[in-house]
């Protein structure tokens, strides 16, 4: 590995332990949250953030930005964790995370918080609007991208194929949807609660350029977000990411798999010690 | 079983699209189409978006106009309204058109979360509103005006004819926001031409006057409430008609200055549930108001309603015009 790729790769390793600790810090104003989720996706979103899309943190609006549609919208904690490391939100406002009057609500929606493109919560519907924002700047004639995240569990919602269906039938190569295996949903395990694999065949089935990676390895992720950016195809961008909830600290990967794990008061400081010991390690 | 004869009388239809128009009523072709494509010449920002249903919601005619400016989503109307937020999220103004019932039953959480809430310049039109079909309750929308009035920051329009469709489309396309309108298509009856009206979007409309009777009524419940009103005038019975397209925001202070006039018998007519409709907004103004006539409701049943002829079954459900007659004959005694 050459050293520009190499020093790319450490420079998105930062920004992605930064986004961890800014999770847990707004998990520990809350004592709560779906840190886990937040974990496991930190890497996807470095590379998101701090390698892939194109926006200026001092104009959220700006007509030439990358959009990123966060459609699970309970993972609002990893992108106000994200948008506070690209400097669209001031991380003094880390310490108002879900409580009243605070621009950064449990769920993440559109009209609260700057750089947050759509208000999610109702599972299975990023997708949809993502397709029409596709629709949209293909109409305007810009160049930018539409990112989409969804999790494994939205595979469940009928509007999920609805998106798949059409993206492909519109040709929309500025769409790149990422998907968050995790499996696990709020019953349990995705591939109990409602079978979806075996999944790069479905997604390339239903005609998209589909490729499937450890999200929680970091040359995977940064390759994939340029393939997928890269693709000289007509095909809409599919980027299926194998995650481990809770990455990055050790005791909670290992804690019994739930849709939202329990966090003691006296850990989420045992848990910032844990992630600081993996970043030096 | 008897064998068919030549006498055998000629069945009327349960059709799904027969025209709402009556014999020998004026008509009008796609007036939604039409005012829709000469409104994009002037918007460029205006495109058209379906669930499989173009031919049928005479989005057919923009279409054809401008083909570059329509886009197909297929019969999934999740997606349908999902991708119009997100073409308006990008400056665009989508029309977007289907059936009632399934843009308010099957998508109802798209509108509310995707669009209403984020307040976008989404119009949605869809055909077959109340009972304009006689294919049973899979197409009828006996529902959707409640389901849509529920909706925060929704504006909600029922038009009579086409002559309101046609004034309709370039106001709500002036309106900043979200609307549902209902939409008749094909052969529209044309009836408001003969009134000195015009639609002012969240303006009732007194159409006609009179001293005994006042119904308050939108959509094709209008077109019925003149005809009524002319079958009265034979019995001497003076019937006004206050014409409600917009049914929210609802004009409260023109609802109850009318309503407020004294002697007369209110009578809302709506082709829609009793429930959660015109009739309903109506009675809770009038309530909080303090204003207390005479009030009556004529609307469908809380029922799934029958399939059949259309004029069979606005007789059977009381919204035809010889049915309202005698239903107000009666309530004045």
């Known amino acids: 590995m050459d050293t520009s790729v190499t020093a790319t790769r450490a420079k998105i390793a930062e920004h992605a332990y930064r986004i961890r600790r800014n999770a847990l810090r707004m998990g520990e104003v809350q004592g709560q949250g779906y840190i886990a989720q937040a974990l496991d996706i930190a890497d996807v979103l470095a590379t998101a953030y701090f390698h892939a899309m194109r926006y200026r943190p001092e104009d959220p609006a700006w007509e030439g930005r990358d959009r990123f549609l966060l459609s699970n919208g309970h993972y609002a904690i990893a992108l106000y964790a994200a948008l506070i490391e690209a400097g669209i939100v001031p991380e003094e406002e880390l310490e108002t995370y879900g409580s009243d009057d605070s621009r950064l609500p449990m769920s993440g929606m559109a009209s609260y918080t700057p750089g947050m493109e759509m208000s999610g919560g109702s599972l299975g519907q990023g997708l949809t609007i993502a397709v029409g924002r596709g629709l949209g700047l293909k109409r305007k004639g810009s160049k930018s991208f539409v990112y989409t995240l969804f999790s494994d569990g939205e595979l469940d919602e009928g509007a999920v194929w609805e998106g798949l269906m059409s993206a492909a039938h519109h040709k929309l190569d500025n769409l790149i949807a990422i998907v968050d295996v995790n499996n696990q949903q709020a019953d349990g395990p995705s591939s109990q609660v409602m079978a979806f694999e075996p999944l790069t065949e479905k997604m390339q089935a239903f005609g998209w350029f589909t490729q499937r990676i450890d999200g929680n390895d970091l040359d995977a992720v940064i390759a994939a977000f340029d393939a997928a950016r890269n693709h000289p195809g007509p095909e809409p961008r599919m980027i299926i990411a194998d995650t481990l909830m809770g990455c990055g600290v050790p005791f909670l990967e290992a804690r019994e798999k739930n849709h939202f794990i329990r966090v003691e008061p006296n850990e989420w400081q045992l848990a910032l010690e844990a992630l600081d010991a993996g970043r030096t390690a | ?333």
């Open chain 2, 1 to 333: 079983m008897s064998t068919a004869t030549a006498q055998k009388p000629k069945l009327k239809t349960s059709a799904m699209i027969a025209s709402i128009a009556g014999d020998g009523q004026r008509t009008q072709a796609a007036p939604f189409g039409h005012a829709l494509v000469k409104l994009a010449a002037e918007r460029p920002e205006i495109v058209g978006m379906t669930a499989d249903l173009a031919k049928y919601t005479d989005l057919h005619i923009f279409a054809q106009a401008y083909p570059e400016r329509f886009y197909q989503m297929g019969m999934a109307e999740q997606l349908l309204m999902g991708a119009a937020a997100g073409f308006a999220h990008e400056g665009a103004m989508p029309f977007v058109t289907t059936y009632a019932v399934f843009a308010t039953r099957r998508a109802y959480d798209f509108m509310h979360q995707t669009i209403a809430e984020d307040g976008l310049n989404v119009k949605i039109a869809c055909a077959l509103p109340g009972l304009t079909t006689g294919y049973g309750p899979s197409h009828q929308a006996a529902e959707d005006l409640a389901l849509m009035r529920a909706m925060p920051g929704m504006t909600v329009i029922d038009p009579c004819d086409a002559l309101d469709i046609e004034q309709m489309v370039p106001a709500v396309a002036e309106h900043k926001g979200p609307v549902y309108m209902r939409l008749l298509r094909g052969q529209v009856p044309l009836v408001l031409d003969e009134y000195d009206y015009k639609f002012e979007l969240g303006k009732a409309k007194l159409v006609r006057d009179g001293r005994d009777v006042l119904v308050i009524s939108s959509g094709i419940m209008t077109m019925r409430a003149l005809e009524v009103a002319k079958a009265l005038a034979a019995d001497r019975v003076d019937v006004g008609v206050l014409h409600v397209p917009t049914i929210k925001p609802l004009d409260t202070s023109t609802i109850l200055r009318e309503a407020g006039r004294s002697g007369r018998l209110v009578v809302v007519a709506e082709n829609h549930t009793t429930i959660g409709g015109l009739g309903e907004a109506i009675a809770t103004a009038l309530l909080r108001a303090g204003v207390t006539p005479q009030f009556r409701q004529i609307a469908l049943p809380d029922a799934f309603l029958d399939a059949g002829a259309l004029p069979t079954l606005h007789d059977r459900y009381g919204i035809s015009t010889e049915a309202m007659s005698t239903t107000i004959k009666g309530w004045l005694g």
